[in-house]
């Protein structure tokens, strides 16, 4: 059984009616919502928001975190150097960490990729065709061939992150555009998955096909016991 | 300056007035045309089909060539497994492959991914995009950021091949579906890329963005002096 | 629990006065123990050898097992291809596969890689020290930064292989090479692991580390479920 | 031709005799020397140095270099975040990044990688021997298969960086250690490329198969054409 943080800037919801009709108690509620009702994994859930000491995020929170799940969008440089350190570290020595739609942008995303993260997007609320490219993958666990979301925010390419380890989604947009939807990496010893759905405007958290692709990968970026991380002089 | 020979099964055309309709002269001579009138960079071309003697790939042949590629459809099974072997062991010595559409499900290309090669596919003449998801890739040298292709063949995912080490192009189809159109793969000391485009009833030959895409292929493609491949016994 | 069998040629124990000193009830019996004794993991563990009929992996067989273990070295060529095309496809379809030291010239090994799988080699029963160069792996679970076997057959480099996905282990020799010890595969759903370690003429496969790696191996080759493999024509 | 810009640290030659005496003039001036008189590939190069404005990489060097080179050791810290910004952001341009031995821990190779770089050193003057994994690959054009520096100071694994998209070499230590110590990577549309050797305590630039290796980095890492990387709001 997996610890997972679900971490939320939550600003959206509290200062945008439309948003808060889609998610009045936070899109982090919903989330861990959809996570904690999975019969199939068992996964014990919190979560943490920006407004909170540390963000929620103290050294004794991650520390017990086995997967952290982060959402952000119009608050990202409020977010703290420090706890992006530590979000950091706690990755590379293996906790997992599921990066969430407009979270490319987050301190943690760009910290960990090394790139600008940046891509195109179109706010037009049409329909996206995720495809599994690698039905072995044990994220796409349980998915058919492809679903679909009816409204969303587009992505297109270029993403501007390191070539996957692993890809796992691509999307098709009605309006013409694909995206690398499902990508997996390695960093130290942490598993990160970033995942393209989820704009605050639409309920894709609520979506079934979204909630099994995040329990899988909660289960998939669940930290393994590994080798000694032994670093420095020796003798 | 790299020296191609362009193999193509050469059947369709001459037996179907569609086809010869589009590539009266085979489509070898269209993709030799292509390359061979590049201003950009200066190839040396030849071609060769089934029918020809060892169908035209004979040792001699595939020693002095530096990039192979490979056009078939209805008759992958007639090559000859001994051309097969010796078309994979020049690969692995160096030479560049390229091959092409329906390329997929050919033998050599089969026998280096060691995988089925299976897609989906569905013949309707609808509208193609071919994304550029690596924009620093030499593939990619010259190209806007996407280009249609008015009518194909849809080829859809899953594509059952290894996840490519560079993944250049993905397509985005009118009716639905998605495509890795673009995939780089190194095989011993020999360069592999695969281009989906390039049905046989539709003139993708002669299209520029194809053009400029398998010149800069072949440019890619082209061996390097490496240093020794020294196998067996040592003292 | 997975249920694990541990292909065996079995020729050398029964031909060879020194390897039967050192395995005799067959290298496959020596593995099974060791699987078998696993306190942390528990596996379903069964054998098959080169003389039983279809080489002891008939259809029924494979579809039963989530992972297959396989040892060959002086008999390659006399497994039949339709086995090799049954363990193709099975690896394909999610089917684990755990390759041992001299298999890498093994025809499943071979067909899956699509590269000669050569490499350089030397008898000398010199000490070789296995390193841990990704301690997030599964794989290495429970070990130590790096441990030794005192006496072994040199493997070296080059080895024609295609990168692996993932780099485990690198082995460095007494007399001066290195290796690529520990190699992760994806083919299809199937997942493949290349392990160095297992010379018929030392017991290897005695070894508590070596051992660790093998159940580790076969808990990560497992099958997951996945996503539909649909290939063909669409409407 | 290659416009190149070799950066040093450039501060123990000035406060150590010993390493003074190794590199009277500087490293940057030795790598330089070998890089100028290569007689197979043509560079324009050109060096700059920690004490200079903007340590010597203002926006108009950057903006003309083709590919850069980085040796660091004591004084990381001491490089300016803004000079860093700028050099990340220009590889992910195009700008090619070779970084040398104790550059491991130096900030622009920490941003590209996103992880913390370390890894295990012992400096005891003892024999290194690399072997050439990838014999296809042009950093490794013109080598035999291995190549001995008979004093080096040991990096031995874990190194803690992504998986490189491919690896070129890897040491075999006297001491009995390993260590990937060429390392290829892509970000953005920049190559870099990791190269161990190189201590300022041992002549390690003067050596023929490092100079071999430093110019073929060059010729790889060179920006190519590549398509628009266009980010941000679409119509």
């Not at 996964?43 to 909170?52: D, G, S």
């Not at 929620?56 to 977010?79: F, K, P, Q, S, Y």
């Not at 790139?115 to 329909?127: K, V």
Request: proline fraction near 6%.
């Amino acid at each position: 059984m997996a610890t997972v943080t679900i971490w939320n800037e939550f600003r959206h919801e509290r200062e945008d009616e439309d948003v808060a009709a889609v998610y009045p108690d936070g899109i982090h509620k919903t989330i861990a919502d959809g996570l904690s009702n999975d019969k199939e994994i068992d996964h014990h859930v919190r979560t943490a928001t920006l407004e909170e000491p540390d963000h929620g995020l103290t050294e004794d929170v991650l520390e017990e975190t086995d997967v952290l799940l982060w959402w952000g969008h119009e608050a990202h440089d409020e977010v703290d150097d420090a706890v992006v350190d530590r979000v950091q570290e706690r990755v590379l020595e293996g906790m997992g960490l599921i990066v969430l739609h407009s979270g490319h942008y987050s301190k943690p995303f760009k910290r960990l990729m090394g790139t600008t993260c940046s891509l195109q997007y179109r706010e037009d609320g049409a329909t996206e065709r995720l495809w599994v490219v690698d039905p072995g993958h044990p994220i796409a666990d349980g998915l058919d061939e492809s679903f679909e979301l009816p409204q969303t925010e587009m992505y297109g390419e270029p993403f501007d992150v390191p070539e996957p380890d692993r890809l796992v989604f691509v999307s098709w947009f009605e309006g013409g555009e694909v995206f690398r939807s499902g990508c997996c990496y390695r960093r130290g010893s942490g598993r990160l998955f970033y995942f393209r759905p989820g704009h605050e405007t639409y309920p894709i958290y609520e979506d079934d096909n979204v909630r099994r692709v995040l329990s899988n990968a909660v289960d998939w970026a669940s930290p393994t016991d590994g080798s000694p991380r032994t670093f420095g002089e020796q003798e």
